[in-house]
Structures are given as C-alpha cells and as structure tokens.
C-alpha cells in the first residue's frame, strides 16, 4: 500500500496523483465550462483528502466552481495549501464536513436544497463505516439541484462479487482494520439511490480494478 508523505501542510498521496487524470477524463464527459449558460456550475467535493484532485480538476474547468471538504483539521490544511501554491482561483476555502450530519448544518449553513451542480466523493466509502455511505447517498440528494450528478470512485463488489484477487485482499485488509471498513456492493448502492431519488446511470471501468459511478438526482 503506498505510504504518504508530507512537505509542510501538504500531504501526498501516490494514488491520487496516479488516479487524477483518468478521473478527470471522465469529468470531463459531463462537466462542462459555463460561458454559455446563464446558471454558474458548481462541484462540491465530499472528503477531498489532501488536495492533489481538485486542484487539478478545476484547472480544466475554469468557469467552475470547486468547493473542497475534509472532516480532519490535517487535511483541511493540506487542501488550503496546495490551493495557495496552484494559484487556481476558482477553488474556494476548503470547509469541514461530517457527512454523518444533515447538509444544514454544513460550513455554518452554507448550503440549501438544489444549490449545487455536481457532487464528487473519491475513495471514502470503503474506509467509512455504512452509515457514512447512506448519509452521503441522503445529503447528497438533498443539495443537489434536479438533473445533478454524483461521481462516486472506488473498488466496489458487483452482485456480491469482488475482483479480481487484489480487491479481495484489499477488502480483507479493510476489514481486519475495521470490521466496518470494506468494498460495498453496487447492488446495495442502488437500493440506497432509490431511496433516496438517484438514478445509478453509468458505470465507468477505470485503471487498477476501480470503477467511477455516476448517479443523477431523479
């Protein structure tokens, strides 16, 4: 597993700097710039680890706007520092967000129902226990406006299925760390996007047996 490393405030993560670019090809096939549309497009990012994804995903949409979250202070901080340095001035602050609380209650009631374009969450629910992944699925469908995508990446299990052999040791390593931990299934991901009003639209293949999700809000 790749170790991280820090310089100052800023973290870096291997994995994100090697999975960066295959996300953003495939942002890039339902986000676009916003010069000819009279509504600003907004991202909003759940739990954006260091920093590396969003400033390099907003460099490519400059008529965008990003809005980085993390729950830990060392991340918050990471993400504020690798902003300063990219000099992007489309990505705002980044704010703290327990997505186990209700949208209300974010960044001191920031956010309201249909305020928001698009929703990406990358690597979380498979290092979260599932009531995070149903919190998000709710919030989520919440702040979104109607038409609004979510952009879910990760490995996940199909039908009860998880392959090939690295993710089945993936998910047991996850699981001996925390029982709660572990790769869920695309299966019970649907049933959480019923509940809640998201429609699972595409399934992307992406590099190193991981899949990008996308659910529109019905």
Known sequence: MDRMSCV???LHSPAAERNKEPILEVLMQYIF????????LTVLEIASGTGQHIVYFAQYFPDVQFQPSEFEESYVRSIGAYISESG??????PIVIDIRTPYRFWAFGAFTENSVSFVININMIHTTESECTEHLFKNVQKVLKPGGLLFLYGPFAFNGVI???SNVSF???LRQENPAWGLRDVEDLNVLGFKYGLALIA???MPANNHML???KK
């Open 214 to 216: 996308v659910w529109k």
């Open 171 to 173: 998910n047991q390593r």
């Open 203 to 205: 399934a992307h293949d």
């Open 8 to 10: 100052g405030d800023k």
């Open 88 to 93: 992007v001035r489309n990505v705002r602050d």
């Open 33 to 40: 710039n916003n010069k000819a549309k009279e509504e600003a």
């Open 163 to 165: 392959t090939p052999e």
